[in-house]
């Protein structure tokens, strides 16, 4: 459904704040919805669910995206200042 990519006033998808928030039974249900990993937010700092991911360092969250092959190509996903997730 498009409500899983729309973006609130903050320019952020459910996906990021799930991601921000460490709610992975959350983020499985965001994904099976449609929710797209790779999408940026719309702020100035253009990241995406990844970065989010990363910045709270939620391991649990990271390694199931990175366990889940249809997730883990977003690991090269670009954000601010075209740095992936492990610059």
Known sequence: ???????????????????????????????????????????SKQLSAYHYACMQRNVGLLEFLYENKKYCEGFKTMGQHQRTILH
């Open 1 to 43: 459904p498009k409500s899983v990519n729309q973006v609130n006033a903050k320019g952020e998808l459910p996906l990021h704040r799930a991601c921000e928030a460490g709610r992975l039974e959350l983020v499985q249900l965001l994904l099976r919805k449609g929710a797209k990993l790779e999408t940026l937010d719309q702020t």
